[in-house]
């Protein structure tokens, strides 16, 4: 068996499961704001959803991600590329984004907890047009990798 392949398959499944919740926790979030008033039946509904999606799906998967990754860059750097790699520039816009990411990770679980605190600290219109960002960071992340791009 080839354990390098399986590792990486396994970040990638672990990536696929972080970038969804994290893109559908702020499209909650829009329901959320828009139909549940703080107090409500609905209300208290979408704070279990949305308190799950974090708990069950978005930190372990993103645990996960961070393991496999790790993992990946340990064979990298000893076995088959060498430390240089992590200095080249599509392995610096991965982990620009990786940083974007877990930032982005720590801004919905805090405005999890504000709207389960009865705040609505931002418009449906906000986490509707927010809700696409992990994508298009992995969309970066991902073509920076398998192209391996360079800019100097």
């Known amino acids: ?11 990638i499944i672990s990536v696929i499961a972080w ?32 308190l799950k999606l974090l708990r069950i799906i978005i930190n372990p998967a993103m645990a996960l991600t961070f393991v496999f990754g790790l993992g990946l860059i340990w ?4 076995e088959r590329l060498g430390w240089g790699f992590l200095l080249q520039t599509w ?23 504000r709207i389960a605190a009865g705040e609505r600290p931002r418009t449906a219109k906000f986490w509707r047009a927010t809700n696409e960002l992990p994508f298009l960071a992995a969309v970066v992340m991902v073509l920076a990798v398998t192209l391996e791009f360079k800019f100097w």
């Open 1 to 11: 068996m080839n354990w390098y392949d399986l590792l990486r398959g396994l970040h």
């Open 91 to 113: 392995m610096v816009v991965k982990i620009a984004g990786i940083v974007f990411l877990s930032a982005w990770h720590g801004f919905l679980s805090a405005a999890r907890r």
């Open 19 to 50: 970038m969804s919740g994290m893109m559908y926790l702020p499209r909650l979030f829009a329901y959320h704001t828009e139909t549940a008033p703080p107090g409500s039946e609905f209300d208290a509904h979408f704070k279990v959803w949305e």
């Open 75 to 78: 064979v990298d750097g000893t």
